[in-house]
């Protein structure tokens, strides 16, 4: 009510003639809340809702075009950049200059708690800054981590207000505050007071290239905002590849449009999985600021928002936070030190629920994994990828996870109990060395299509993992890109190189197989088919890929589950990395021994044979790191491996596989390098 008494009072105050670049705040009435779907037809900039109303950014063209459906449109503001403008110029808001100062003098003041990096750039070239608070902010530690982000909609500037004052809250009272210290402590706080510099510095809601960005992040994307495809804008990009480095558990992005707690889907009637648990933090946080709370589809439905993408894609638990944007200072302060509250509150129970770090059971190498909670089934969250720790965010009880990671055999842990406060710790979790484990590990985008808002319920990640008749219905012309991960790339190797599973709604399906090294390509295309296919990359010019496209033909006729329906992508195992025992060779004689295995600097690989003889020793990969010519007239023979490449350089720890030809035989031996 405050927000609309502050807008009826600019109305009256600012007057732009009509012109066609001139954009309106207006009132769109109608008589019942589902026309507010209906305006999606139109792609207008909606940015509030009620029962019988919605509030909408409009230019003259599209007004006309409301009115012209039989709509009544009121104009609350005339000139809504002019207000925006009023609103900046009186000084109460930070500068995109002022924002780096104050960034600047924090780390100056508190190194050990703090550190600035630049994350990105904007289209004109400013930079993107994050400031990482924590205890040891130098190094990773196996700690939950929490995103903050201001100022998407860069002539929103509350949400640079709230991130910048908890932030300098934390640094400030750490000494003399224990729960401020705790959470300094034991959490890893990214704080992003500036996503959009370029539309702060010009006072417009858009980016420099006139895209919303609160539209163009790829989960469920769909074109709106004038966004030309899926994580298409600079900005967007470096968020995108900040939350794939960084395993977030918990995130809040801060707008100005209304007064709520907006929490996911935006895209969808449905919930996902964790609602409930979604909606008591909701409740925590909303009764400490004062805050309504609200489903993003019941509010007014969005494609291609931040919050949708962060816990589609990773997991994080995500919120957009509206709040006023008041002209007076005191008001603006109010709002941060209410936000504040609300912000402890819950970025403490980042650290509950269930832990753990995945770990390589040979090596104990940290592993970039996959983990399910399948029963009852919640959100996928990852491992970090350099540490192998991972953080769900869950309410109490009792839970089945399932651990995947490419590479190795899925493990299942059983009757994991969730307390009320606090985190059950599994430790680490060991996982065996599997090369027949290769599937696609993680959703980069889908593309949004309408059937989605119907009865349509499947999720991009039912396409992961191995093929179990739970499938993503991609519908008719969607696409969506699957990551195989970022150490075991699909291989061209000779024949087929991976098999795209359809899952079995009763009707085969057409689609069409793209490869690239990169998430926004090129793609290249391997072919097209009907139903469970095996496709060769021979012919797109790579000799290896990351990331899959699977495209729908169009045709589909199956209503709810219409598109290709992706049940999931196995790749195979390259050539030479697949281990033979003696005893399946013709010869019963050893051919070859290793010794010792496991080894950390040299191996010593015994050869049985006469004659001539080829050694080559593969990676996990099936990638030839070093060939030995061997031509004896003796029937054994040893010789060490140093654990060096051909070319003189010392190989990472791992799996590798001793592959001996001679004139009759072929074997295959496993060994495992320690460091």
């Known amino acids: 009510?405050?927000?609309?008494?502050?807008?009826?009072?600019?109305?009256?105050?600012?007057?732009?003639?009509?012109?066609?670049?001139?954009?309106?705040?207006?009132?769109?009435?109608?008589?019942?809340?589902?026309?507010?779907?209906?305006?999606?037809?139109y792609r207008i900039t909606i940015?509030?809702?009620?029962?019988?109303?919605?509030?909408?950014?409009?230019?003259?063209?599209?007004?006309?075009?409301?009115?012209?459906?039989?709509?009544q449109v009121d104009i609350l503001i005339d000139d809504y950049k002019a207000y925006k403008d009023t609103l900046f110029q009186r000084g109460e808001y930070h500068t995109y200059d002022e924002v780096y100062t104050i960034l600047d003098s924090l780390v100056t003041d508190y190194p050990n708690m703090c550190r600035l990096d630049t994350i990105g750039l904007s289209v004109l070239g400013r930079p993107i800054w994050a400031m990482r608070v924590t205890d040891n902010p130098q190094i990773e530690e196996n700690e939950p981590e929490i995103r903050l982000a201001g100022n998407m909609h860069g002539d929103e500037h509350i949400g640079t207000e709230i991130t910048l004052y908890f932030l300098g809250y934390l640094l400030g009272n750490y000494a003399s505050n224990p729960s401020v210290q705790n959470l300094i402590d034991n959490r890893e706080i990214w704080i992003l007071p500036t996503l959009n510099p370029d539309g702060k510095i010009a006072n417009e809601r858009q980016n420099a290239n006139n895209v919303d960005l609160n539209r163009d992040y790829g989960y469920f994307?769909?074109?709106?905002?004038?966004?030309?495809?899926p994580c298409s804008q600079i900005e967007n990009k470096t968020m995108r590849e900040h939350l794939e480095q960084n395993n977030i558990?918990?995130?809040?992005?801060?707008?100005?449009?209304?007064?709520?707690?907006?929490?996911?889907?935006?895209?969808?009637?449905?919930?996902?999985?964790?609602?409930?648990?979604?909606?008591?933090?909701?409740?925590?946080?909303?009764d400490s600021a004062n805050l309504p709370i609200i489903n993003g589809w019941d509010w007014y439905q969005v494609t291609g928002s931040l919050q949708d993408y962060s816990i589609g894609i990773s997991g994080a638990l995500a919120w957009t936070i509206e709040t006023e944007e008041p002209f007076s200072s005191s008001a603006i302060d109010q709002i941060c030190y209410t936000n504040r509250d609300a912000l402890m509150d819950v970025c403490n129970r980042a650290g509950w629920g269930i832990e753990g770090v995945?770990?390589?059971?040979?090596?104990?190498?940290?592993?970039?994994?996959?983990?399910?909670?399948?029963?009852?089934?919640?959100?996928?969250?990852?491992?970090?990828?350099?540490?192998?720790?991972?953080?769900?965010?869950?309410?109490?009880?009792?839970?089945?996870?399932?651990?995947?990671?490419?590479?190795?055999?899925?493990?299942?842990?059983?009757?994991?109990?969730?307390?009320?406060?606090?985190?059950?710790?599994?430790?680490?979790?060991?996982m065996t060395p599997d090369t027949l484990y290769l599937y696609a590990f993680r959703i980069v985008i889908s593309r949004y299509a309408n059937h989605s808002e119907q009865s349509n319920k499947t999720q991009p990640r039912f396409a992961l993992g191995v093929e179990d008749n739970r499938f993503f219905s991609l519908g008719r012309n969607g696409y969506v890109v699957l990551d195989m991960g970022p150490h075991v790339p699909i291989v061209d190797i000779v024949g087929d190189d991976f098999t795209v599973f359809e899952g079995d709604d009763g009707t085969a399906e057409g689609y069409t197989a793209y490869v690239s090294d990169s998430w926004d390509g090129p793609w290249f295309s391997c072919g097209s088919a009907s139903g469970t296919a095996s496709f060769d990359m021979t012919g797109t010019g790579l000799s290896e890929a990351r990331y899959v496209r699977i495209v729908d033909d169009g045709s589909s006729t199956s209503e709810q589950y219409a598109g290709f329906d992706l049940d999931a992508i196995q790749f195979f195992t390259p050539i030479g990395i697949e281990e033979i025992s003696s005893a399946d060779v013709q010869c019963k004689m050893p051919f070859l021994a290793l010794s010792p295995n496991p080894f950390k600097r040299n191996i010593g690989i015994t050869i049985s044979a006469f004659g001539e003889s080829k050694?080559?020793?593969?990676?996990?990969?099936?990638?030839?790191?070093?060939?030995?010519?061997?031509?004896?007239?003796v029937v054994s023979t040893t010789l060490q491996w140093d654990a060096?490449?051909?070319?003189?350089?010392?190989?990472?720890?791992?799996?590798?596989?001793?592959?001996?030809?001679?004139?009759?035989?072929?074997?295959?031996k496993k060994a495992i390098l320690l460091r």
């Open 249 to 286: 558990s918990l995130e809040y992005n801060y707008h100005s449009a209304a007064e709520v707690v907006n929490y996911p889907w935006d895209y969808h009637q449905s919930d996902p999985p964790d609602s409930q648990y979604i909606i008591s933090l909701s409740y925590v946080y909303g």
């Open 358 to 430: 995945v770990k390589d059971s040979l090596t104990g190498t940290p592993l970039y994994a996959r983990i399910e909670v399948v029963n009852p089934e919640r959100i996928d969250v990852y491992t970090d990828p350099s540490l192998g720790d991972f953080h769900k965010m869950i309410a109490q009880g009792t839970y089945n996870l399932k651990i995947s990671a490419n590479g190795y055999a899925p493990k299942t842990v059983t009757n994991v109990n969730a307390p009320s406060t606090g985190s059950e710790s599994l430790g680490d979790i060991l």
């Open 1 to 41: 009510m405050k927000f609309l008494i502050s807008l009826v009072i600019i109305a009256v105050c600012i007057h732009a003639a009509p012109t066609p670049d001139v954009v309106r705040l207006a009132k769109i009435q109608f008589s019942d809340h589902s026309a507010v779907y209906v305006l999606n037809e």
């Open 221 to 229: 994307w769909d074109g709106w905002g004038s966004s030309p495809g």
């Open 644 to 668: 060096k490449s051909d070319a003189g350089h010392r190989v990472p720890a791992g799996v590798y596989f001793i592959h001996l030809t001679t004139a009759n035989t072929t074997e295959v």
């Open 615 to 633: 050694l080559t020793i593969y990676n996990a990969l099936g990638h030839s790191v070093r060939t030995f010519f061997i031509n004896h007239g």
């Open 47 to 71: 940015i509030d809702a009620g029962d019988d109303f919605a509030k909408a950014l409009l230019n003259d063209i599209e007004i006309n075009t409301l009115k012209a459906a039989g709509y």
